[in-house]
């Protein structure tokens, strides 16, 4: 995809020439459509500040990005993601969230009561899938005794419906629809079928260790429930690792007569821990085409929403975009390469089924988000990318408490200039990622004729 660097220098001439730039050669440049308003559903990268309160907006966060306007460090980093951009370009108000809070613990400063804003119509949302009202961050997913965070995670389907409801049923028709989710679909069907894999590992290092050890026991009967409990026990603790239930099942083994058992440990850990690395890696192979078939699924329902809940109650101007390519994401990039190439294999499946259902209805703009970020990825130079595997924000818990670009801003940067790197955490894009991305919905609704 060499072409995109050609793409790259008409882009921003055909901004200009679809928003009002004065070039000597421009013509009449009034855009073609005046939008009454942008109203948006989705998820984190579309979101405005739903999160914006409690700790987070202490944080110095907000919104999924390089948080807050730090134009006089860098021109690039505006602290705004693509929503944004395209609205101020447009001439329309800056959008807003629709909806803020957080139902998490409010000795961390995550309990925050949810409020609707009337006045705004920024529905995406951090963490909110296609129909699963369960995503990312959600309380339902926490962990015995962990802190809760309580994203409210609203996904898009009832996204439309509320602004249905605020509206009376209908979309004037003149407003510009921006949606874009499927992200979050993929993030917790692979943090599932992580899990899974990870129980079916664990199940076959119980197993492999009451093969090896029970034998040597007094009473090989009584030793392989004594071994047993012994992995339950230390397997339930939060802090329990396959070294830990290793150590546990020999001091086990050893205490009912395996004497050998201690001098053994090496072998024996060894033994286990291929048994379940085999097992893990079995099952995430038996099991990734059924995520690859979910994503299919989410694909499709978000096509069916667009066609039935925006487009038949009246929206004319309606921009989706496909789920980027995420497996050339950090995050993706520390998995194993099975791992990413099935990343790649759930997004094409996503993108398929939405492709199919809205890229032929006049009144949408099907924008290929997932070929423009791969091509970024292979080919970042002429995007003006400088860095497109490293997060520009410090992760660590030190500096930054949730470990994600939600609580990233201008005093947790890793060192150096950042301002061109296309990722702010392992997943989120930078602010010059989201111009990238603004600039280039833009050139299409351009080439559209909606500007």
């Known amino acids: 995809m060499r072409k995109t660097s050609f793409a790259l220098a008409l882009l921003t001439a055909a901004v200009l020439t679809a928003c009002g730039g004065n070039g000597p050669s421009a013509g009449d440049q009034t855009p073609k459509t005046k939008f009454s308003n942008q109203i948006t559903f989705g998820d984190s990268l579309a979101d405005v500040g739903s999160y914006a309160v409690g700790t987070v907006a ?15 460090i860098n021109p690039e980093l505006t602290g705004k993601n693509f929503t ?55 309380k339902a997913l926490d962990k015995p005794g962990a802190v809760s965070f309580g994203a409210l995670t609203v996904p898009v389907v009832t996204q439309i419906a509320n602004h249905l409801k605020k509206v009376g049923g209908k979309f004037k028709g003149d407003e510009l629809v921006i949606v ?10 692979l943090d599932e079928l992580s899990t899974a894999a990870t129980a079916a590992g664990g199940q076959a290092l119980a197993q492999s260790l009451v093969t090896q050890l029970a034998p040597g026991t007094a009473n090989p009967a ?26 546990a099942a020999i001091t086990a083994a050893a205490m009912n007569g395996n004497t050998t058992a201690p001098a053994n440990a090496a072998t024996i850990g060894g033994t286990a821990g291929a048994a379940a ?24 329902e978000l096509g069916v929403l667009v066609k039935t809940q925006i487009l038949a109650n009246g929206a004319g101007y309606v921009v989706v975009n496909n789920l980027p390519d995420v497996s050339i994401s950090p995050s993706a990039k520390a998995q194993s390469a099975d791992t990413q190439k099935l990343i790649a294999a759930m997004v094409d499946a996503f993108n398929s089924q939405l492709k199919a259902a809205v890229g032929a209805e006049p009144k949408v703009l099907y924008v290929d988000v997932a070929a423009v970020s791969h091509d970024q ?26 470990g994600s670009a939600l609580v ?40 559209k004729g909606w500007l």
């Open 277 to 300: 690395t085999a097992a893990g890696l079995a099952y995430s192979a038996a099991h990734g085409a059924d995520v690859v078939k979910n994503m299919a699924t989410a694909g499709a």
């Open 58 to 72: 202490a944080l110095g966060g907000g919104q999924f990005n390089i948080n807050g306007n730090n134009t006089s």
């Open 222 to 247: 009584t030793g392989a429930a004594a071994i047993g409990a012994a992995i339950q026990a230390e397997a339930a603790k939060p802090t329990a690792t396959p070294q830990s239930i290793i150590g």
């Open 180 to 189: 874009m989710a499927g992200g979050n679909d993929a993030l917790q069907q």
């Open 377 to 402: 990825a292979v080919n970042p130079g002429p995007y003006g990318l400088t860095n497109t595997t490293t997060p520009a924000c410090d992760l660590s818990p030190a500096k930054n408490p949730l």
């Open 84 to 138: 944004q951009l395209i609205a101020a370009q447009i001439g329309l108000p800056a959008p807003c969230a629709a909806q803020t809070g957080l139902l998490g613990s409010a000795a961390a400063g995550f309990s925050v009561p949810v409020t609707d804003h009337p006045e705004c119509f920024g529905y995406a949302m951090g963490g909110a899938r296609v129909t699963n009202p369960i995503g990312p961050r959600n």
């Open 408 to 447: 990233c801003n201008k005093n947790n940067l890793i060192a150096g200039d950042v301002s061109h790197y296309m990722f702010a955490d392992a997943v989120h894009p930078s602010p010059f990622e989201y111009a990238l991305l603004a600039r280039y919905v833009l050139e299409q609704m351009t080439v």
